[in-house]
T-cell receptor, first 111, second 113 residues
Framework: QEKVQQSPESLIVPEGAMSSLNCTFSNSASQSIWWYQQHPGKGPEALISIFSNGNKKEGRLTVYLNRASLHVSLHIRDSQPSDSAVYLCAVRRTGGYKVVFGSGTRLLVSP | NAGVIQTPRHKVTGKGQEATLWCEPISGHSAVFWYRQTIVQGLEFLTYFRNQAPIDDSGMPKERFSAQMPNQSHSTLKIQSTQPQDSAVYLC???????????FGAGTRLSVL
């Protein structure tokens, strides 16, 4: 059974700062990794995905994947109060269909 | 595209009653998933359909939970004899293919009194 752990549990950053979230997974065969954002009362929404070692940038978001260390991180540049939400790391094994989620990091961006 | 639609948004049942939750996936998506979300356990996989066929129900409590997908436009999750520990947000998600990004509905919050 895949295990996904996220840190920190909660994070408070001032507006305009960089937010950095971490995720470790238990199996190197986890080839597909997503970060989801969830606002209160809403379902999770996919933000960015990465499928190969290295980094990927989309707008203010950058994700880094290191398969050797089973670690992926999400960095949000110029954080805004609207970025305040729970961020979920999700992994799926090669050829599989089941997506396993971490317990989330609660981000609060203070104005 | 209205996204994944789940109804009702909130449901309150008494202990021992039945609850039926509905999901309308995004048109054209072949994969439908049900998850349960609680503060303690986070997001837990319940069951998965592909092209309406049940593929994996390994996350479903066997005795009281059942899921069906009678046609490509809706799926139901039925919980018989609801218990307080069934209180959670039940989320439905769909994707174009099994390995693609999941699109979630807003969820149904079930409260069992």
């Amino acid at each position: 059974q895949e295990k996904v752990q996220q840190s920190p549990e909660s994070l408070i950053v001032p507006e305009g700062a960089m937010s950095s979230l971490n995720c470790t997974f238990s199996n190197s065969a986890s080839q597909s990794i997503w970060w989801y954002q969830q606002h209160p009362g809403k379902g999770p929404e996919a933000l960015i995905s990465i499928f190969s070692n290295g980094n990927k940038k989309e707008g203010r978001l950058t994700v880094y994947l290191n398969r050797a260390s089973l670690h992926v991180s999400l960095h949000i540049r110029d954080s805004q109060p609207s970025d305040s939400a729970v961020y979920l790391c999700a992994v799926r094994r090669t050829g599989g269909y089941k997506v396993v989620f971490g317990s989330g990091t609660r981000l609060l961006v203070s104005p | 595209n209205a996204g994944v639609i789940q109804t009702p948004r909130h449901k309150v049942t008494g202990k021992g009653q039945e609850a039926t939750l509905w999901c309308e996936p995004i048109s054209g998506h072949s994969a439908v998933f049900w998850y349960r979300q609680t503060i303690v356990q986070g997001l837990e996989f319940l069951t998965y359909f592909r092209n309406q066929a049940p593929i994996d129900d390994s996350g479903m409590p066997k005795e009281r939970f059942s899921a069906q997908m009678p046609n490509q436009s809706h799926s139901t999750l039925k919980i018989q004899s609801t218990q307080p520990q069934d209180s959670a947000v039940y989320l439905c998600a769909s994707s174009q293919e099994s390995q693609n990004t999941l699109y979630f509905g807003a969820g149904t919050r079930l409260s069992v009194l």
